[in-house]
Nanobody, 120 residues
Framework: QVQLVESGGGSVQPGGSLRLSCVAS????????MAWYRQAPGKERELVAS???????TYADSVKGRFDISRVNAANTVYLQMNSLKQEDTAVYYC??????????????WGQGTQVTVSS
């Protein structure tokens, strides 16, 4: 069993910053990739940023230059630094990982989500 615990969400004014954290624990053999998704009310869940085991990074066009994803492999932790936040960044943010629980057993695991609200 793999668990993900997110933290760092909250309310902030436009232009502000927040840092999300996600710690993975449980039966983890290795983590292939870590990512953040978000889902705004009435919209589909979308990829915000991802980082793989080689630290190759992908960002959604809407957050490029404002968000920064990073990971600490030894701590099974991924961060999302969000700067210059806009109202359209308001959403529930989800952490997800693709991990092996054993050499030939992998799966995708999701956190419970953390609310980010950007409002004046």
């Amino acid at each position: 069993q793999v668990q993900l615990v997110e933290s760092g969400g909250g309310s902030v004014q436009p232009g502000g910053s927040l840092r999300l954290s996600c710690v993975a624990s449980g039966n983890i053999f290795s983590i292939v990739a870590m990512a953040w998704y978000r889902q705004a009310p009435g919209k589909e869940r979308e990829l915000v940023a991802s980082i793989n085991s080689g630290h190759a990074i992908t960002y959604a066009d809407s957050v490029k230059g404002r968000f920064d994803i990073s990971r600490v492999n030894a701590a099974n932790t991924v961060y999302l630094q969000m700067n210059s936040l806009k109202q359209e960044d308001t959403a529930v943010y989800y952490c997800t990982i693709r991990a092996y629980e054993a050499p030939l057993q992998w799966g995708d695991f999701w956190g419970q989500g953390t609310q980010v609200t950007v409002s004046s």
